[in-house]
Every structure is written in structure tokens, then in C-alpha cells.
């Protein structure tokens, strides 16, 4: 007579800098899976370590996180492990749980064509949503907010340019060596990049600082 094969366990990785936060979430991550074999992260080089080790079914995730213990957490730091987790994992399934998820939608091709599931949604939802969006990924669906699929598709060098620009601070001239490109074609791609954004001059407003502020209030650069 054979014996009816056990069916593996789930694997849950939880990633949470706050211990508080964490424990909720692999709490209720534990009671909707009784089954499921939860392990907690709480830096992305923990995180890391663990999806290589385990190969998890879900890695459930927020994005304000640090790199290492002790070092500070940072939303930039979150949407970098995302981006690995798409390029390393092409079919793991992915929920973002955060306060914040504008920063994502720099990722929003990547996160079209990953083949797993991924949903987002905000820490303030009420628990029975949020197990929702996460069984949902577990499924292999997809959730986005609606700002995110009506999305701006950015070009990869306006990414850089705004980087370059509002976050290392480089004039013109510094972000055109940079980039390899002439300093004409870096005030083209401001007027690109303004243009999506909805940012024109206004009298007595500086063109550049509303640009820096536009994008970092839609997550395009921290």
C-alpha cells in the first residue's frame, strides 16, 4: 500500500526594521497559514540571506528598511530589494506592506512583466485587507494602487537625471560627464521630465525646486 505523499510546507519571509510591526505581521501571517513555516528578517541583507537559503513561497515585505543592523532604514533600500527580488527571483511572489509605497512606481515595468505574484498595500489598511492583498500574491495575483497603474512611465536616464540632480546635488554641466551626454541634452531631458510632471514656470517659483519637490512627493526619488 503507498503511503500518500505530505504536502510541503509553505514559506513565508516576513522583512520588518521594526521588532513591534514584525511580530504583528508574522503573527497574523501565521494564524491565516496554521501550516506555513514563518521566518522574520528585519535588514535586507537578512532578508537576502534568508529567501537564498529557504526559497521561500512569499516574501512579505515593507520598504522602509536598512541595508545592515544598526545602519538607518530607508524606503530607497526597500525598492533596491524589490528590484533584486524581480531580477534574481523572476516567479516569487511578492507583498509589499508599507506606509509608504509612492517610491515603488520606479519599478513599475519591472513589476509588470515579474512573473509571480505582487501585491502593495498600506500598513493603515485594517488586517483582514491586508491578509487579503497577501493571500492574493501568495495566488500569484496582482494588486496595485491606483496611482500606481495609471503610473508615469520614466525613462531610466530621467531616473538618473533626477537622482544625479536632487539627490547628489550635481549641476548641469556635473550630471552630463556623469551621464555621457552634452549639457543641452541634459536640459532636454529636464523639459521632458517637467513636462510629464506637470511642472511649468510660474512666476516667482524656481523651475528646478519644483521639479525636485514634484518627484519626490510621487516616490520618484527619496
Do not use: C
Amino acid at each position: 500500500m503507498k503511503l500518500a505523499e505530505s504536502t510541503p510546507k509553505q514559506r513565508i519571509i516576513a522583512i520588518d526594521d521594526h521588532t513591534m510591526i514584525l511580530n504583528g505581521v508574522a503573527n497574523l501571517l501565521q494564524q491565516k497559514y496554521a501550516e506555513a513555516e514563518v521566518q522574520v528578517a528585519q535588514t535586507r541583507q537578512a532578508g537576502l540571506e534568508l529567501i537564498a537559503r529557504f526559497h521561500p513561497d512569499l516574501v512579505v515585505l515593507d520598504l522602509a528598511i536598512p541595508d545592515r543592523s544598526g545602519e538607518k532604514a530607508s524606503a530607497e533600500i526597500g525598492v533596491a530589494l524589490v528590484e533584486t527580488l524581480i531580477r534574481q527571483y523572476p516567479t516569487l511572489n511578492i507583498a509589499v506592506l508599507s506606509a509608504n509605497t509612492n517610491p515603488l512606481i520606479r519599478l513599475k515595468p519591472q513589476i509588470d512583466n515579474h512573473e509571480g505574484g505582487f501585491t502593495v498595500s498600506d500598513k493603515g489598511w485594517a488586517s483582514e485587507e491586508i491578509v487579503k492583498k497577501v493571500n492574493m500574491a501568495l495566488e500569484g495575483g496582482r494588486y496595485l494602487p491606483k496611482d500606481m497603474k495609471l503610473g508615469l512611465e520614466f525613462k531610466s536616464e530621467w531616473l538618473e537625471l533626477l537622482r544625479l540632480a536632487f539627490q547628489e546635488g550635481l549641476t548641469d554641466k556635473m550630471i552630463a560627464k556623469r551621464m555621457s551626454v552634452s549639457e543641452k541634452t541634459v536640459q532636454n531631458y529636464f523639459h521632458k521630465v517637467q513636462d510629464v510632471l506637470e511642472v511649468y514656470p510660474e512666476e516667482g517659483q524656481n523651475l528646478r525646486i519644483q521639479t525636485g519637490n514634484k518627484a519626490r512627493e510621487i516616490g520618484l526619488i527619496d
